[in-house]
């Protein structure tokens, strides 16, 4: 579990600076550091897609996982809820809990996300930590940012993360037999192109609402299960 501990170390440490600045960070350093991360998750999310479609058993399934999860994430509104609770959040500072406030959201933002979901499969079966060591670089510059306004309490969200992340590399690894190689290079494939919505979106590029493209993860693993019990 290296890279989930990386990413939780890397919540704790920003969390601390950001205490420590007080004042916030300023917003053209947020821009230049927000502008990076996008510019590393593009180079990582194509890499992740087209190093793994020679591996493709159906070259045409992650177009189709994309479709169908596309529909599915749209139809529940998942980006719009999520937005929308986020933004609740933050309007309800001044009146209430901000400590309680700031946590739900960081929470929120560190888990959800294509990143820190697919991260800890990875690296459970391939022993692969770039996807969360991309996460983690994320969530030290976002946990910077919260901590300046919050505070210290801020660090409560590092062992949730903790949790949330160990509960899927726990799963990955309890049922790594299960998972074949060609399952891997599909959700890789539909992952990397996540991850490449994710950077186009940091980059002020185009909001791919990548929040309702997350079932297509689902859909892969679907097709393998009842190509499983009918072959």
Excluded at 41 to 58: M, V
Excluded at 194 to 220: E, Q, R, V, Y
């Amino acid at each position: 579990m290296i890279g989930t501990i990386v990413n939780t170390a890397t919540i704790i440490a920003g969390t601390i600076i950001g205490t420590l600045l007080h004042r916030g960070v300023k917003e053209k350093y947020k821009e230049v550091l927000y502008t990076g991360l996008g510019l590393a998750s593009l180079a990582i999310g194509l890499n992740a897609t087209i190093s793994h479609l020679t591996q493709s058993e159906y070259p045409v399934l992650f177009i189709v996982s994309l479709a169908i999860g596309g529909v599915i994430g749209t139809a529940i509104d998942i980006d719009g809820r999520f937005k929308r609770l986020i933004d609740h959040l933050k309007r309800s500072e001044d009146g209430g809990n901000r400590l309680a406030d700031g946590l739900a959201t960081a929470i929120l933002l560190y888990c959800i996300g294509p990143l820190s979901m697919l991260g800890p499969v990875i690296s459970a079966l391939k022993g692969d930590h770039t996807f969360l060591f991309t996460n983690a670089t994320l969530d030290f510059v976002s946990s910077t940012v919260f901590a300046s306004t919050y505070g210290l309490g801020m660090i409560l969200a590092a062992p949730v993360l903790f949790c949330w992340q160990g509960m899927f590399w726990l799963i990955a690894h309890i049922s790594s037999t299960a998972i074949s190689d060609a399952l891997m290079a599909e959700l890789l494939i539909v992952g990397g192109l996540l991850i490449t919505g994710s950077g186009l979106a940091l980059l002020n590029l185009k909001d791919c609402k990548t929040l309702n493209l997350l079932p297509a993860l689902l859909i892969p693993v679907i097709w393998f299960l009842v190509r499983s019990l009918i072959v």
